[in-house]
């Protein structure tokens, strides 16, 4: 010890035949290593027979202590009869914390953000029998903990403890903010338990309430031969509260673990687990009926699972083994009713059962993985049918310079493959995305540096009708004749490939022929998708194109509609740039462009420019000769971003016959719409008319609505809208938005 600035005081000092007796009035010093001691004083005295120490403080910049202790030496021996009796208490702040214990507490210094590590505690007996009549933990506002009970030969392997305690958090927000995100702890949570230790044997058990719901545990080990045996018992209990990012429903359910080894690389491990799980669901996925057991034995893992709720009616059996080396895995089972509505959120009540089988084999030296599997007796049901489909059969199999992921059922094939490993592969498309998103932000994007990110994978994908897919997607509503895409994206290359799909069907929809191409050069990336309705049976026949171009910082993106006499509806584009303010500016083209069959002139120094901060300013105006026009003028100063769009004389008639399988109606359109937007939220106005309105065959007559959406308190807005008809009103609606719970009118 070096220690500086150095000041005692003692009030008295005797030593008589081996008992001395200290009265302390004050001591500090200053250690070189930045300890520090501000104030001690306090009574001891010792002899040969007693250690008793009255009063004594203890106090620095960030910690104190005090105690009173009467122990007789006699009580710190095996065998010994004397009587401790020991009270003390006191806080100690991270610095302190640090010098004391050093990078040793370095992850539990910022629980001590809130406060102090704070300690109270009255100890009695002796060492073979040590009782604690009280003892308190608080840590900050981090939690409190409180334990009562005794403990016996403590000096002895023969140990024992017999020990009560209740934990609570201190104050949750703060325990929530050193938590992962999206965890929270309640203001309801309790701990409460009974802890018991008799030589290397552990008992533990302990309740976890929360709001109406607990978690029971039950567990005991064995610190010699490394047994255990672990219970969970969960009833009602909110799980949702701890995970609030997460659609978890209050779990019920039971749980065991017990097994011996704690090294699962050894022969000797055995270990058996169980749960069955009576009530949970995760969002719309009901999770209940499930019963899942599984049994470890000389590295040979075997697991049941049997579920029995509305989402998953199956009975599955798995095996598998595992080495240093590697791993291999069989799973087979029966589907018996799987309702599809619930993974897709449909309303059409469909359902599938099949068979399954899979083989799964890994080898950590080489870094190779396969997956294979067959799902036979696959069938569809609906209401009005059922549809036996094919068999399904896949494999992906990876490894330092492959990757292979095939699928084939009936005629529906797919097949990824590439030179590298799949690990690559992911790599390479999170670099993509994190480049694109760098770009942007610097306002300035390089093909060629994204080419380089490519993950070297071909892709390819046939479909006709006679397979699963097809006829899943026929019982949405969706039919084809047939489907072909190839894809390839290589670093010398880039990204090419082609999209086709045959009598594309949905509702009274039909395309006959759809296409989608894509290219790169090292000039441009360059796109071209056209929908095109030639047969004789289509009773509505015509051509849609639209074709873009992606250069380094710049876009270009036109689209035509063409009608069966090759009539242009629509001949509409759109051109964009980054700016060196990265701003993201957009032109339409060409000056005379065609909506609706209508030619409409735009003004050669249209713009809409959208900033980093999403603020937008604009100068759009088309007009026809018919005077039906379009004007977007937005403006910005300083946080106030003002934007109007103006429609006038749109004839809905022309609208629609660009358009084939619209309802048909008439009439004239024209309104203006108001939005201002300010420093995180916008108020918005409007008024719509429609003039000689005609649906079909129906004379509706002239309509006008009015809306009104204005702020209110923070996070709230006002709602208005009332709807006339021929100068009478017929609907208003009132209302209030909140943006709570992702918006909620």
Request: net charge negative.
């Amino acid at each position: 010890l070096h220690l500086s600035r150095m000041a005692l005081s003692v009030d008295s000092l005797r030593d008589i035949r081996g008992s001395l007796d200290l009265s302390l009035r004050h001591l500090s010093f200053r250690e070189s290593y930045g300890a520090q001691m501000s104030d001690a004083r306090g009574h001891v005295h010792y002899d040969s027979t007693l250690v008793r120490i009255s009063k004594l403080a203890l106090r620095t910049p960030d910690a104190h202590f005090h105690c009173d202790a009467n122990v007789p030496l006699s009580a710190l021996s095996e065998g010994g009869h004397g009587q401790m009796d020991v009270n003390c208490s006191g806080s100690m702040g991270a610095r302190d914390l640090r010098l004391l214990a050093g990078k040793s507490v370095e992850s539990f210094l910022p629980y001590c953000q809130s406060g102090p590590l704070e300690v109270e505690a009255h100890v009695q007996g002796n060492v073979d029998r040590l009782r604690i009549p009280s003892a308190q933990l608080r840590l900050g506002k981090a939690l409190n903990l409180d334990i009562e009970g005794e403990v016996k030969h403590v000096l002895s392997d023969r140990r024992q403890a017999d020990l009560r305690y209740h934990l609570k958090p201190g104050h949750p927000p703060f325990l929530s903010s050193l938590l992962p995100a999206g965890v929270h702890i309640p203001h309801s949570l309790f701990l409460a338990g009974h802890f018991s230790m008799e030589g290397s044997r552990l008992h533990l058990t302990s309740s976890l309430s929360a709001g109406h719901g607990r978690m029971e545990i039950q567990g005991r080990m064995g610190l010699e031969n490394e047994t255990y045996d672990l219970r969970l018992r969960f009833r009602q209990f909110p799980l949702g509260i701890y995970l609030p990012e997460m659609p978890l429903s209050p779990l019920t359910a039971d749980m065991h673990l017990e097994g011996m080894g704690f090294d699962f690389q050894s022969l000797r491990t055995r270990l058996s687990a169980s749960a069955h799980i009576q009530q949970f669901s995760y969002g719309s996925w009901p999770l209940d009926s499930l019963q899942m057991d599984a049994r470890l034995a000389g590295r040979q893992l075997t697991a049941s699972v049997f579920s029995g709720n509305a989402w998953l009616k199956a009975a599955l059996e798995a095996e598998g083994a595992y080495s240093p080396q590697g791993f291999s895995a069989r799973l087979k089972g029966n589907v018996e009713d799987m309702s599809i509505d619930v993974l897709t959120g449909n309303d059409k009540d469909a359902h599938l059962s099949t068979e399954l089988r899979i083989i799964a084999s890994a080898s950590s030296e080489a870094h190779q993985m396969e997956v294979k599997g067959l799902f036979e007796h696959l069938h569809l049901i609906t209401p009005t049918q059922g549809i036996p489909a094919d068999s399904i059969g896949f494999l992906f199999s990876t490894s330092d310079d492959h990757t292979l992921a095939a699928l084939r059922s009936g005629d529906f094939k797919l097949r990824l493959q590439s030179e590298r490993s799949w690990d690559v592969i992911l790599q390479c498309v999170n670099g993509f995305v994190d480049a694109v998103v760098q770009q942007v932000k610097e306002g300035q994007v390089n093909q060629e540096i994204l080419k380089t990110f490519m993950p070297g994978v071909a892709f390819t994908l046939q479909s006709g009708r006679r397979n699963p897919v097809a006829q899943l997607l026929k019982i949405y509503g969706y039919t084809f004749d047939n489907a072909r895409m190839d894809l390839k994206a290589y670093p010398e290359t880039g990204l090419n490939g082609q999209l086709e799909v045959a009598s594309l069907r949905t509702g009274n929809l039909l395309l006959d022929k759809t296409t989608a191409i894509i290219t790169q050069d090292t000039s441009a990336l360059q796109l071209h998708c056209a929908v095109e309705n030639t047969s004789r049976k289509n009773p509505n026949k015509f051509k849609v194109y639209l074709d873009g171009s992606f250069m380094d910082g710049a876009l270009s993106l036109e689209s035509r509609f063409k009608d069966a006499k090759g009539k242009d509806g629509i001949h509409f584009g759109l051109k964009g740039e980054m700016t060196p303010q990265h701003c993201f500016s957009l032109h339409v083209f060409p000056e005379t462009s065609v909506i609706a069959y209508r030619k409409f002139k735009v003004n050669t120094d249209n713009y809409i420019t959208i900033s980093p901060d999403l603020q937008l300013e604009a100068n759009v105006d088309l007009l026809a000769d018919d005077m039906t026009g379009l004007k977007i003028n937005a403006e910005r100063a300083d946080s106030v971003n003002d934007i109007t769009v103006s429609l006038s004389h749109v004839n809905i008639e022309e609208l629609c016959s660009v358009f084939p399988y619209l309802p048909r109606m008439s009439g004239f359109l024209g309104g203006d719409f108001h939005v201002i937007r300010q420093q995180g939220s916008f108020s918005a106005s409007g008024a719509l008319e429609i003039s000689r309105f005609h649906y079909g065959t129906y004379d509706m007559g002239d309509f006008n609505t009015e809306l009104v959406f204005l702020p209110e308190a923070a996070g709230s807005y006002h709602l208005n809208a009332l709807v006339s008809c021929d100068g009478q009103s017929v609907a208003e609606v009132d209302g209030l938005y909140t943006d709570s719970l992702d918006g909620r009118i």
